[in-house]
């Protein structure tokens, strides 16, 4: 069970996982139960739950290493989503691990950072180099809403908007719903395009790729 703050942050209620650990624990005979979480108050978590395992045994995951976010971007490059830059007579592997250091220096190693800043610099379509990695906004702390407060300060007021609009909405717009709210001029299809990295768009609505991000705004 992954995702125990999410639905905390999205329904400000308890009572629902209330119910399924009441179900869940005792666990089955020959079954483990594995619950996976960010950071989250315990007076928000399920009581049963803590019962049989208290915060203070929970295990935080590491970070990814500098080897893991390489092999990650070598994935991505392989997949064909990293148009990547090179130097004359500078190996494709070389050029992989310089734009590597620059993906893992500003992430930390923070998985949802390094995706944001993948498909920031990724859907622009342009050459990727170790520079235009490293002027995408950072996130040294750790804290993901750090990286939301410096990405506030670069976009541009029309992309604001649009953010706190869909944060506001009790839905999940259509992609093709978001063209005609907000797709009206040029300034409008900037703003989308700005914020696009931020966003899972599937056939019938565009949501936050994480919760956070509306948690936030």
């Known amino acids: 069970i992954d995702g125990l703050d999410h639905v905390w942050r999205e329904g400000r209620d308890r009572e629902h996982a209330e119910e399924l650990f009441n179900a869940l624990i005792p ?25 049989a395992a208290p915060m203070e045994g929970w295990v935080e995951l590491p970070l990814m290493s500098r080897a893991a976010v390489e092999g990650w971007i070598v994935s991505q490059h392989r997949a064909g989503r990293l148009n990547l830059f090179r130097w004359p007579h500078q190996s494709k592997a070389k ?11 500003i992430s930390n190693g923070l998985p949802l950072h390094l995706i944001y800043t993948f498909e920031a610099v990724a859907r622009a379509g ?25 990405l506030m300060l670069q976009l541009s007021p029309r992309g604001k908007a649009i953010l706190h609009v869909l944060a506001g909405l009790d839905f ?31 056939e019938m ?3 936050p790729f994480h919760g956070s991000l509306f948690a936030f705004l």
């Open 95 to 105: 050029a992989l691990a310089a734009v590597s250091d620059a993906f893992f220096d």
């Open 126 to 150: 342009n050459e990727v180099t170790p520079d235009l990695v490293r002027a995408q906004p950072a996130c040294p702390s750790g804290d993901i809403r750090d990286y939301y407060a410096g």
């Open 27 to 51: 666990a089955v005979p020959g079954t483990h139960l594995l619950v996976g979480t960010q950071k989250i108050a315990e007076k928000d978590l399920p009581k049963r739950m803590l019962v």
């Open 172 to 202: 999940s717009p259509p992609p093709f719903a978001l063209n005609y709210c907000f797709g009206v001029d040029d300034q409008s299809i900037l703003g989308l395009a700005e914020i696009g990295h931020l966003l899972d768009f599937r």
């Open 205 to 207: 609505e565009g949501r």
